[in-house]
């Protein structure tokens, strides 16, 4: 398995989420969810219509974990999710196919990374760059790896920084601001 990478420019998110909402508002609402949720795919593809219609909170049993998680939905996603689910039945699939299947975590993956390499980015990217995205802005955001910790239910601090990339750009910056 190719380890993935997450978007550290916000620029970037915005030139893919910019290229996924000319494709559909399906496609960038995935997105959205993963960069503002950091719940790993095979949990947002697991969603239906009634989890996020008309909430404020979503609640969901972890896939990989099997535990509960809780957790409210932003000022970003409560409009995209009304837009979104406006018409559509309670009991479907939030992501389908335009065959009514619900969307699988292959198809997801050519998504993000087409787009990803439509927007320019050279990394590697994928499904899981959404979450690993969500960390690394967290993170850089509220500098509180302890939260963040208890986001992913990662075993140690050291765990989540390297899984976010922080610890990387810590030694190449350490690196290039260290000159004799």
């Not at 998504?111 to 967290?138: S, V, W």
């Not at 601090?157 to 750009?169: A, S």
Request: proline share 3%; aromatic share 12%; charged share 30%.
């Amino acid at each position: 398995m190719t380890c993935v990478e997450p978007i550290r420019k916000i620029e970037d998110i915005r030139k893919v989420e910019s290229i996924l909402k000319n494709q559909s508002l399906r496609n960038l609402l995935f997105f959205t969810i993963g960069t503002n949720c950091g719940l790993r795919i095979s949990d947002i593809l697991a969603l239906n219509v009634s989890d996020v219609k008309n909430k404020n909170f979503i609640q969901i049993t972890e896939k990989k974990t099997g535990k509960f998680k809780k957790f409210p939905i932003n000022s970003k996603l409560k409009p995209l999710f009304a837009k979104y689910t406006k018409g559509k039945n309670l009991n479907s699939p939030l992501f389908e196919t335009k065959f009514g299947n619900r969307l699988e975590r292959v198809a997801a993956y050519y998504i993000i990374r087409n787009a990803c390499k439509e927007a320019g980015l050279d990394d590697k990217f994928g499904t899981h760059t959404m979450r690993k995205t969500f960390g690394y802005h967290h993170y850089k955001k509220f500098k509180d790896v302890a939260i963040l910790q208890k986001i992913f239910n990662h075993s140690s601090p050291d765990v989540t920084l390297r899984y976010i990339g922080i610890e990387e750009d810590q030694i190449f910056e350490s690196y290039t601001s260290f000159i004799i």
